[in-house]
């Protein structure tokens, strides 16, 4: 593992899209290319302007991300899209093409599916009891909408080499194979995510790029904040099960996209499934608070019957 410390000029003069930009992970790699001096494209649908109907009804908006970019010391451009809507990113690729010529980091992290996955008494529905019309609208937001912002965007990630394609998930694709994940459609909606990764890997060897798969921990989330009644600065008081202790602010993942898109080989990772924590054993960067969370491992030993497991030697 190498020591890490925060480079303010790491990625400046690079051009980033995160597209689900708004809030969660979204907002916490928007934030970290920032940290690094980036120019990045937020996108999504919910804007001040109120333009487009999110599957939330919450107050956090792109324009509060890419004003949290610039004041971390990138340049953050809010972009409103709705990335179900192919014509949408057509003219989102046509703006960053006039503007810019060219990508270098793509991130895929649109969801919008958090409410329609129901909370723990609705998971383990059997698919002939599940709601189909949700069922089938998480797999559009989860599948159809990184499709689509591929499609459109990576011919600007390959206009040169060593363009950067990350792809945001829940679950690696070694944990999630042989672990049913909720229901059917979540189950399915998060392993395809992974294999996007894969298979765009392939396609994108050739042309000098790389895609990853990454999958953050147990994130705190400003929507797990709430559901907890906590904030970032007092979530460790929160009434949660003990894995809540191993858990990670939104810039753990982020600076897990810095830490590829700044090494020069980073093709060693194409096409491969991880988490925020594995890449963090590699490069050596830490979360906000110094440390390196890895629940993943955690709830590993958990499932082992590790009777001794502490949450504390996982952070």
Known sequence: MTSWCLDPDALRGRIAVVAGATRGAGR??????????????????????????????????????????????????????????????????????????????????????ERLKGGPSEWNTPIWRHDLQKGLRILRLAIDTHLITSHHLIPLLIARPGGLLVEVTDGTADYNASRYRISVFYDLAKAAVNRLAFSQGHELAPHGATAVAISPGWLRSEMMLENYKVTEDNWRAAPSPPGFAVSESPRYVGRAVVALATDPRRERWNQRSVTSAQLAAEYGFTDLDGSRPDVWRYSQAVEDGDQDVDPRDYR
């Open 28 to 113: 916490g790699i928007a934030a970290a290319l920032g940290e690094a001096g980036a120019t990045v494209i937020c996108t999504g649908r919910s804007s001040r302007n109120r333009s487009l109907q999110s599957d939330y009804d919450r107050p956090e908006t792109i324009e509060e991300t890419a004003e949290l970019v610039t004041s971390l010391g990138g340049h953050g451009i809010p972009m409103v899209v709705d990335h179900l809507d192919a014509s949408q990113v057509e003219r989102l690729a046509g703006q960053i093409r006039d503007a810019h010529g060219h990508i270098d980091i793509l991130v895929n992290d649109i969801w919008g599916a």
